[in-house]
């Protein structure tokens, strides 16, 4: 008999990719506008969540386009003014800012939990540390530098003093194999096959992390009843310059068209970005659990296209 799991964004990037490869091991449900349910409707996620026996929620449903965000950042420091008012409610349901999305949204899942005591699995991201440091254990003090990392830390301190068992999952640049919505990586493979030129950042530093090792890696964490925090990335830092030629190289592609930039020169006009964003995956390495490095990461999803393409 299936485990009974309820989920937000399980038609996304990540998401989806637990339905795929999970769809033996647990009965899916989503909670999601695709069937009817705004993560904004408080009383409707309620619903959701008092008529279903599941013991967990994961939430995955957020906004994640980091420039998409910042442009959000006044309207949600305006209607912060009159937070409790039912005309900034109104409005944030309406315009779906990063606030509304990642912090109120949050709270609506958070509260439906709190009264059911449902354990929550919070997916949040390594956008929430400011990048001043060598590397980063969960311990160490997030300090976000732009609106989407501040909105989903402010996330993160909701989850933790819920009172609710919990799991947050620090994810960081996500990739898989094929999606109606490209990743970086896919973008970046697209845009070598078409032969056309990349300006490619040299001094941010990120840890891609394969897709499936992220489903993997959850499923574990939630079967064996563990809490806290935990980064859930790969297993090797690089810099985007970095992975575009690892790309190139492993996708027989034109590494010539790669070319340095760094990360002021590319980001001007953008929200900022952290320089380093190494996130250690030590403490999930303790309970067996393996993460990818981007080398062999970037095998697997070319093994998984050419049997596709078969």
């Not at 965000?69 to 315009?95: G, I, M, T, V, Y």
């Not at 440091?133 to 989407?148: G, M």
């Not at 690089?238 to 492993?250: G, N, Q, T």
């Amino acid at each position: 008999m299936k485990t009974k799991i309820l989920a937000t964004g399980l038609t996304g990037l990540v998401g989806s990719r637990f339905t795929e490869l999970l769809d033996e091991v647990y009965e899916f449900e989503h909670i999601s506008l695709s069937k009817g349910i705004d993560i904004l409707d408080k009383n409707a996620v309620l619903d959701k969540v008092l008529s279903s026996d599941a013991t967990t929620v994961i939430h995955m449903a957020a906004k994640t386009n980091v420039d998409g965000c910042q442009e959000d950042k006044a309207r949600d420091k305006e209607l912060l003014e009159f937070k409790n008012s039912q005309e900034a409610e109104e409005a944030w349901r309406e315009e779906k800012t990063a606030w509304a999305i990642n912090v109120l949204g949050t709270q609506n899942v958070i509260e439906a939990c709190q009264k059911t005591n449902k354990k929550l699995v919070y997916v949040s991201t390594d956008f929430v540390f400011d990048g001043t440091k060598r590397s980063y254990l969960e311990e160490d003090a997030p300090n976000p530098i732009n609106w989407y990392a501040k909105t989903k830390y402010e996330g993160e301190k909701l989850v933790q003093n819920s009172g609710l068992d919990y799991i947050i999952g620090r994810i960081a640049y996500p990739y898989r194999a094929l999606f109606k919505r490209n990743d970086l990586i896919r973008v970046l493979i697209d845009k070598l096959q078409k032969s056309e030129k990349l300006n490619m950042v040299w001094d941010h530093i990120m840890v891609p992390t394969f897709i499936d090792d992220i489903v993997n890696a959850l499923d574990i964490l939630i079967r064996t009843e563990q809490k806290g925090i935990f980064h859930v990335v790969g297993s090797q830092k690089v810099s985007p310059y970095e992975a575009a030629l690892k790309i190139a190289r492993e996708f027989d592609l034109d590494e010539s068209l790669i070319s340095k930039i760094s990360r002021n020169e590319y980001f001007t006009g953008k929200a900022p970005r952290p320089f380093c964003l190494y996130l250690k995956n030590d403490k999930i390495s303790k309970l067996g659990i393996e993460m990818s490095t981007f080398d062999k990461g970037l095998i697997e999803i070319k093994n998984q296209i050419d049997r596709i393409h078969i």
